[in-house]
């Protein structure tokens, strides 16, 4: 599934279509989850920060609102957060220099599937709605696997589809219907919010993807349903040899 042709590459038409929709990034994933974006990131963070790690990278960190809130509530971690598009990493660099949290954190652009950072040496690796819109998932598990310490471990939230019958009926009309109208109308890009409940339908399901978690050598994998299985938070753990 790519954004706007079958022509060229996911990865060029993911960089194109996050470049052109990073001023409103923020606001449309307010309003299209009517808030309920925030409540997951910070039970993401929650989970994160029950481990206590010292270093962390936030891997398709967007704007940057899991890293800046990691920052902020694991003081005594460094955090990196990567993205391959510049306009979003503009935006959350914006967000730091407002923050007055500037010493544990720092942005860097970069492909996840093609990463510059040593091998075994985070305790954590998240990624908060991004898998998905990786070109080839398989490398950016291996990357994420290839960076962990021995022992470390990765978190990935992602959407998915809702399994109960009546509130899968109300979810796809909302994602078909109304939310590409919300996205295209504030965005301004016509296929960026038809690509994402697309993307969605596409991606894995909950004990898909915690299979390919294992296949990609992650112990301990287990997946928590978020909002009626409208996200899920897939966990992880680089086993120690
Ligand atoms: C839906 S946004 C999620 C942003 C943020 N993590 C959040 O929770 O809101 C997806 C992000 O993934 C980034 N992305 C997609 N593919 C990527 C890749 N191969 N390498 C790095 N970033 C990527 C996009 O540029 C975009 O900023």
Not at 70 to 92: H, Y
Not at 209 to 221: E, V
Request: a positive charge; proline letters at 3%; charged letters at 25%.
């Amino acid at each position: 599934m790519k954004p706007y042709n079958k022509n060229e590459s996911k990865g060029i038409q993911v960089h194109r279509m996050f470049n052109n929709i990073a001023p409103y990034y923020d606001k449309i994933c307010h309003i299209l989850s009517f808030n309920i974006d925030r409540l997951w990131r910070k039970r993401l963070v929650k989970l994160v920060a029950g481990i206590k790690p010292v270093n962390i990278v936030d891997i398709a960190t967007g704007t940057g609102d899991v890293a800046i809130s990691m920052a902020r509530n694991i003081s005594t971690a460094q955090i990196v957060g990567i993205d391959l598009s510049e306009e979003m990493l503009k935006v959350a660099q914006q967000k730091i220099e407002h923050s007055g949290i500037k010493s544990n954190i720092k942005f860097l652009c970069e492909d996840a599937e093609n990463l510059s950072l040593a091998s075994n040496s985070f305790d954590v690796v998240t990624i908060s709605f991004g898998i998905r819109n990786f070109e080839n998932i398989d490398k950016g598990l291996s990357e994420c696997y290839r960076i962990l310490r021995e022992g470390g471990s990765l978190f990935v939230m992602e959407f998915s589809t809702p399994k109960h019958k009546v509130f899968n009926v109300l979810y796809r009309f909302y994602s078909k219907s109304i939310l590409p109208v919300i996205g295209r109308i504030i965005s301004k890009d016509n296929k960026a919010y038809t690509y994402l409940p697309e993307s969605i339908v596409e991606f894995y399901q909950e004990d898909e993807f915690t299979k390919l978690l294992q296949n990609s050598g992650f112990d301990s994998c287990s997946a928590i349903s978020l909002s009626n299985g409208i996200a899920h938070i897939y966990i992880g753990v680089k086993p120690k040899i």
